[in-house]
């Protein structure tokens, strides 16, 4: 007979290498399947485009990763995790040449949006200026965790979180700002009406004050190759290239933690109709870029920023959101773009850069967006498609195939809307349990929800930890 493991893990992202992290430090055996030929899922490094030109195919920019208490208590630094800093987290531009800012200061972004908005745009911020790690703390886990730290700044951030983003768009009265506002809140997929994206704005906007929006060094497979060196060395083992189909494939253990969509792990764990009315969401249209020289921006801070928004009112974010969700493609799509070179220029041959962009379209979308982001691009940097050397092109059905738990495209792993906005993937006590006893959810169809912060993974393992030792 096979020996008993404590705890296997499927799926080798972020979260899944997290949670096995978590349980392997608190002596537990634990072993990883990852169905890919290498880990990283949605923070992994390929060379999409031309020798020499390091991509990254999902994730590039981790606001949440730097000040994630998850990896706050990992030491990663010593397998190779260094978080580098642009200039600016994010510039905002305008077609006039000028933009808005994220930046690590309060102030200087107050002063971007104009003196009739900085002031309220500092009132924004100033009740959680200097408590990000407690704020995140007790935003990022869940109630059932224990109290929170700080209740009064958790409450406070409460009623204004829980509001739409149009509600916190009204207290300003320019447009650089209003638009500013909107991309924050633009990427969660989701119509700036929707009621909590307030949350995902202004969360956005105090992880650029307390911690920057941090890329890794080398690229995102370096947060998952740092997780996955730190895990070996606590004795966890992890096994690539294996597709798990059934529960019954994999060894025999007291615990099973899925790194992958609720539908995957009903299907896999033979949960029949369990999580039948999960929904998954708009899909993102992505493209990876060789560049021959540093993307021309017409706005003076877009060259000094790591990440870059491309939707110059928020009118028309607005506009383009709700047209993926209402099921078309958006004729002006809102751009989320990033430079990975400017912080890291190892990554490109010397000279040249690596540009990452993507837009939104309907879920399981077929067609081309190429044309109407580059359109885009170049209302902002005009002379872009001249310094384009090769371009790799993710459509949802491309994106799915590199990351099983992007379900059509969806890169947050599940709609925001209704109560999935709040309750992921739904409502309950525990909800990385299920209704088997021994399996569990840790991927970003869970809260606190998608990006690479290992924030799933974490709460998932304290589940896992607590059921064991009933």
Known sequence: MPSMRDVIVVGAGPNGLTAAVELARRGLTVEVFEAQSAIGGGARTEELTLPGFRHDPCSAVHPMGAGSPAFRA????RYGLEWLHADLPLAHPFPDGTAAVLAHSVGETAMSLGPRDAGTYRRLVAPYTGRWDTLAEDFLTVPWDGPPRGPLTLGRFGLTGLQPASWLIRRFREDKAKALVAGLAGHVISPVSTPATAAIALVFALAAHAGGWPMAR??????SDALAGYLRDLGGVVHTGVEV???DELPPARA???DTSPTALARIAGLGRAFRGYRYGAAAFKIDYALDGPVPWTAEEARRAGTVHLGPTHGEIDTALRAVTGGRAPDTPFLITAQPTLVDPGRAPAGKHVFWAYGHVP???EGDLTDAVERQLERFAP????????RAVAGPADLARRNANYVGGDISCGAYSGLQTLFRPRPARVPYATAHPAVFLCSSASWPGPGVHGMCGHNAARAVWRRLRT
């Open 218 to 223: 080398g690229g995102s497979q370096s947060v």
């Open 256 to 258: 099973y933690v899925f």
């Open 383 to 390: 002379g872009f498609r001249d310094r384009v050397l090769a």
């Open 74 to 77: 990992m030491p990663l630094e």
């Open 245 to 247: 189909k059934r529960l």
């Open 363 to 365: 879920h399981g979308w």
